[in-house]
């Protein structure tokens, strides 16, 4: 079946600095999504990505739709300490609807 | 706008008990889907459901696990005979009907079901 790779696994950042993590698949997708999931809690939307290319905003968030299909990466800005959590992408092939998920980046923010 | 709802929370079996996790999808969503998730682990996809209908079930074990999303009432995920392999947390989520952006999902808080 289709997988995601995940990178980093966990970063330990200093508030206020920028984060990069991604994501890269061996097969095409057709939606790229970014969640953030705490503790105990289901994961939230933060960005959905739906073409090629595609570069897409959401406050200090930023994500891209690699132009292969085959990559997404989120960049989180001046961190602040509610980003502690663990961000996921998934992936669509758009007729399957069921997304794809990636193993997680544990994002920790020291004061 | 009350967002995904799932219940129980929390729900404890002994091995060989029964199951039973229900989600109800956004208003307007009619598209349901059922994930796992392992202790730090992504979630994987189990099945994917409308309305009286099992769309896709490609994720879900063969034995002892079901699904239902009845024409009225919420979603249940059913568990028979649980082992303790089957302890995680189960999400549900759901979509808006067809379009571009019904890949767009939006999660419950999910069940974390432990069996002793």
């Known amino acids: 079946g289709q997988q995601l790779n995940q990178s980093p696994q966990s970063m330990f950042i200093q508030e206020g600095e920028d984060v990069s993590m991604n994501c890269t698949s061996s097969?095409?997708?057709?939606?790229w999504l970014w969640y953030k999931q705490d503790p105990g809690e289901g994961p939230v939307l933060l960005i959905a990505?739906?073409?090629?290319?595609e570069l897409t905003s959401n406050g200090r968030l930023t994500a891209q739709f690699g132009i292969t299909r085959k990559d997404s990466f989120l960049n989180i800005s001046a961190s602040i300490p509610s980003d502690v959590g663990i961000y996921f992408c998934?992936?669509?092939?758009?007729?399957?609807?069921?997304?794809?998920f990636g193993s997680g980046t544990q994002l920790t923010v020291l004061p | 706008n009350a967002g995904v709802m799932q219940n129980p929370r929390h729900l404890v079996r002994r091995r060989g008990q029964e199951a039973r996790l229900r989600c109800s999808p956004m208003?307007?969503?009619?598209?349901v889907y059922w994930y796992r998730q392992l202790p730090e682990e992504g979630l994987k996809f189990m099945v994917y459901l409308q309305k009286e209908n099992i769309i896709d079930e490609s994720g879900m074990p063969k034995e002892r696990f079901s699904a239902e999303f009845p024409k009225e009432g919420p979603s249940i995920l059913r568990i028979q005979q649980v082992v303790r392999g089957d302890s995680a947390a189960y999400f549900c989520a759901s979509s808006p009907p067809g379009g571009g952006h019904g890949d767009e999902q939006f999660f419950g808080p999910g069940t974390r079901l432990t069996v002793l």
């Open positions: 990505l739906y073409k090629a290319g």
């Open positions: 097969s095409i997708f057709n939606t």
């Open positions: 998934a992936g669509s092939s758009g007729s399957a609807r069921q997304l794809t």
């Open positions: 208003k307007g969503h009619s598209h």
